[in-house]
């Protein structure tokens, strides 16, 4: 499963439709495959055609909360966490960022101040 914005590492469209200022997550959801069967899917994700492969579910949602019924290993922004459970939410209006125009922001440029969002 990845949680992500539309562009993810070296210009991979995990969540092709996902806005980084709307105020959800874009999941992306693998079904479990065998190992072949999974690189052919990886081929189609820098095009974004993966997301109509019947294997793959994307969905969005303001939080998300996983629970496993072991320790799992979580990859959290490049920090491996071991947990039995976790959640993830957008807080909304939680941080500013300085940023160039970019085709997948909603947001609308601060008056006065080039390269400020709104969010």
Known sequence: MSIS????RNC???APAALVDDGLL???IVDAMPTL????LLSQVS???HVSD???TTM????IELTFGRQAKINTDGEVLATERCRYEVLPRAARFLAGAAPFVLATALPGQEGA???
């Open 5 to 8: 914005p539309n562009v993810w």
């Open 37 to 40: 069967d999974f690189v052919a």
């Open 47 to 49: 095009s974004g055609e």
């Open 26 to 28: 874009d999941l992306c």
């Open 54 to 56: 019947p294997r793959v």
């Open 117 to 119: 969002l709104r969010v």
């Open 60 to 63: 969005r949602a303001r939080w």
């Open 12 to 14: 991979r469209l995990i």
